[in-house]
């Protein structure tokens, strides 16, 4: 196997990468975003459970999540949509992205600060108009650089489906090494690719953020 | 006698053991313009907030044309639409233009359609004269320029009443003056308005009365010329005193 083949081989496991760290990317914001407001503006016994949430699964190492999804889950309930390596990765991932997103937009939100709040509430928006039309735009713009370090994380702690077998740029990389005996190539390639898929939109969004706070006078 | 469009009966507002609004009743007629003023924690936030349904009062009630406000159960985004609210930290939304900042209530409250919404928009700009910079966003605007679309982002509601809280207090002297004159356009108009200010040379031009504010309650009450010529109680004299000194020296 030359280098060309070798580099074909592993990219192959591109697709997979990021349909794990794109899809779990989504499932943390779908998730992260509404308890980012209900640890805002809901009662306190809703944001203890939010607390709870954020606690617990940013103290749990990624791969127990990934590993009790996939093994745990089917023996707890008795059955489990998780049996599928590539669900169980993604999952689990963006259970705790989630847990990292909430954090991230709370910060947001209260960088937007109650004012914008209580000015669109006097125009006779709903609070719940006011969270669409006034806070989240802002969110966004402050949220803009954690939520490219968020994503480059995922992308990073998507090698870790390598361990459950779903073939993504890790396992593609791990054949190599089995097969070839090449410890060298396989892992400067492989940690080349994760540059390139981390850096420049991290990179991006850090600066797209700032420029817009700037802009903006947020 | 006209219409009485806002009115508060016996309205207290406590914060813990802190009283910031102590049993104050007004009424503001049609047309009518009165002014608010007191040293600073007499509560005229607190008084102008609740009557602008943006704080709840922990005691007393509040009229909009002869309707209870603060009745138990009662919805109030649709009576906030009807009242407008300048604040003194102006407070607009950052992330949009002057012109999207005054469309928004009438895109989404009024449910107006997008280019009635944008007519009346630019008219309330035009009310301003800030329609030349209805595409810049509040970062690029001065202070005062910021307050009177501020101004325009209520007056494009068409409320019955404006409360505006110390509307040119959080801006340079020098850009207080083109507030002031918005202001002016608006009080020829015949809008109603309750203003808290210390613009006593504005106050004495506009107000149809005065009110002291100390301690949360309603000292003394009465037309421009009484605080002027010869207030009646103490406190009241002295704080007179106090701003037209000041406002000497300011000039």
């Known amino acids: 196997m030359n280098y060309i083949e070798k580099l074909i081989f592993i990219l192959s496991g591109l697709p997979t990468t990021l349909s794990i760290s794109i899809l779990s990317f989504l499932l943390g914001f779908i998730i992260g975003l509404p308890l980012a407001f209900i640890r805002t503006y809901a009662s306190r016994p809703l944001q203890i459970i939010v607390d709870l949430y954020e606690k617990v699964l940013r103290g749990i190492p990624e791969i127990v999540t990934m590993l009790f999804l996939y093994f745990g889950v089917g023996l707890v309930l008795g059955f489990s949509p998780f049996r599928n390596p590539f669900l169980a990765a993604t999952v689990a991932l963006g259970l705790r992205s989630g847990a990292h997103q909430s954090q991230i937009f709370r910060g947001a939100i209260r960088g937007v600060g109650g004012e914008q709040m209580v000015a669109a509430i006097s125009l006779g928006l709903s609070k719940l108009q006011a969270i669409i039309y006034v806070i989240i735009p802002q969110t966004f713009i402050i949220a803009a650089p954690g939520l490219g370090s968020e994503y480059a994380l995922l992308v990073k702690d998507s090698a870790y489906a390598f361990i459950l077998g779903v073939l993504e740029i890790m396992k593609m990389t791990d054949i190599i090494r089995r097969t070839t005996y090449d410890v060298v190539f396989p892992y400067l390639t492989a940690a080349f690719i994760y540059i390139m898929l981390t850096f420049p939109i991290a990179t991006y969004l850090d600066m797209w953020g700032s420029r817009r706070k700037r802009q903006l006078g947020l | ?251």
């Open chain 2, 1 to 251: 006698m006209r219409e009485v469009v806002m009115e508060c009966r016996n309205l207290w507002k406590i914060y813990g053991d802190i009283i910031a609004v102590k049993d104050v009743s007004l009424q503001i007629r049609e047309g009518e313009i009165k002014i608010i003023f007191g040293p600073s924690g007499s509560g005229k936030t607190t008084l102008l907030r609740c009557l602008g349904l943006l704080t709840k009062p922990t005691k007393g009630e509040i009229f909009l044309r002869g309707e209870c406000l603060t009745r138990p159960g009662i919805k109030l985004n649709k009576y906030r639409a009807r009242i407008g609210f300048v604040f003194q930290h102006i407070w607009l939304f950052h992330h949009l233009t002057a012109l999207q900042n005054v469309e928004l209530g009438l895109r989404r409250v009024l449910k107006l359609p997008k280019d009635e919404a944008r007519r009346r928009a630019m008219q309330a700009l035009r009310e301003v004269r800030m329609e030349r910079w209805a595409n810049h966003y509040p970062a690029q605007l001065s202070g005062g320029q910021q307050q009177r679309v501020g101004i325009a982002r209520a007056l494009a509601m068409d409320p019955e009443i404006i409360l505006l809280d110390e509307p040119t207090s959080a801006l340079d002297p020098e850009l207080t003056g083109e507030v002031i004159d918005t202001l002016r356009d608006l009080a020829k108009e015949g809008r109603t308005m309750l203003i808290a200010s210390h613009e006593m040379g504005f106050a004495r031009e506009v107000a149809d009365e005065m009110i002291f504010l100390d301690e949360g309650t309603i000292i003394e009450r009465g037309p421009p010329e009484h605080f002027f010529t010869n207030p009646r109680t103490e406190r009241a004299r002295r704080f007179m005193a106090r701003l037209i000194k000041q406002t000497m020296r300011e000039r």
